[in-house]
């Protein structure tokens, strides 16, 4: 038997936020087994903690869609760093958990305790390309509406590839219906993870809505995506003249979804982080 908690992250109540599938005993699995277990719980993501094999780091953690794997992702860092936490497997240093994942080493803040506590992760250094025209007309094509030109969409690689835009309101981001198919042979045409889309709100505690689909993975909305998050704030660093002195806002997700969350996002000096906090909602052991 190995355990496993199913833990909310991106919010403190139960069955909101994202869940995230977290074998804390993966030691002996192979890939296709952790593909299949992956597959089985339906999530966005499954993540497997694993040894450490850097000396830095205090755990290694695979990250499984239903379909493959990915070599970084947000919400099932906070939500297995959470798991680890409460299992008492792991502790912070100095005030932080560093995993070790395909996309190297990623230090976690780790604020306050029990149901108060915050995690905070600092994402992997971001690639940028700017989409070309015909990739733009193709996004719309799959959003079935016009994007800001002014800030040109782009692709963000953070081990997670989100391809990012900025469209005219939350309330538009709200409204989407993307074309999933057509969406998933132009993620993999681009070999994207999937596309993360905001609007800014005129007012309420989140500064902008985002929506993140990635259909190519076996997701077609993703909840509430730290990596996609993350990417929009390098994205918004990389365009808004106002970013010149940092970033710092708080964005909401996974409304459209019934599991409505909050992220908060720093982005300055050429770095970006994100937090939030994670609550779990189910554990037990896999029979296997």
Excluded at 76 to 101: F, I, K, M, W
Excluded at 175 to 185: I, Q
Excluded at 209 to 224: M, Q, W, Y
Excluded at 260 to 266: A, F, K, L, P, Q
């Amino acid at each position: 038997m190995r355990a496993y908690k199913v833990v909310d992250a991106f919010s403190d109540k139960p069955f909101m936020g994202n869940p995230v599938a977290v074998v804390l005993e993966a030691q002996g699995l192979t890939d296709a087994e952790m593909q299949t277990i992956a597959r089985w719980t339906n999530l966005s993501e499954t993540t497997f903690l694993l040894p450490a094999t850097s000396p830095e780091a205090d755990y290694r953690l695979r990250i499984f869609t239903p379909r493959s794997e990915l070599p970084f992702a947000g919400h099932p860092t906070l939500g297995s760093a959470h798991a680890v936490l409460e299992a008492g497997l792991y502790s912070p240093r100095d005030g932080l958990l560093v995993q070790e994942c395909g996309a190297g080493l990623v230090k976690i803040a780790v604020n306050g305790e029990g149901a108060e506590r915050t995690l905070t992760l600092s994402m992997p250094p971001a690639k940028i390309r700017t989409l070309s025209d015909d990739e733009v007309s193709e996004l719309e094509a799959i959003l079935g509406h016009t994007v800001f030109k002014d800030e040109a969409p782009a692709i963000i690689d953070v081990g997670a590839v989100w391809i990012v835009a900025r469209l005219e309101s939350a309330d538009t981001v709200l409204g989407l219906k993307p074309d999933f198919a057509r969406s998933a042979e132009f993620e993999r045409k681009l070999g994207a993870t999937g596309l993360s889309v905001f609007g800014k709100h005129k007012g309420g505690d989140a500064e902008i809505e985002v929506r993140s689909f990635a259909p190519s993975c076996g997701v077609e909305e993703d909840p509430v995506c730290g990596s996609g998050n993350g990417s929009v704030g390098f994205f918004r660093a990389s365009r808004e003249t106002a970013s010149v002195g940092g970033l710092s806002y708080m964005a909401s997700q996974g409304k459209q979804v019934g599991r409505d969350g909050r992220i908060s996002v720093v982005a300055e000096n050429g770095n970006v982080s994100v937090g939030g906090m994670c609550v779990t909602c189910a554990e037990g052991a896999l029979l296997y």
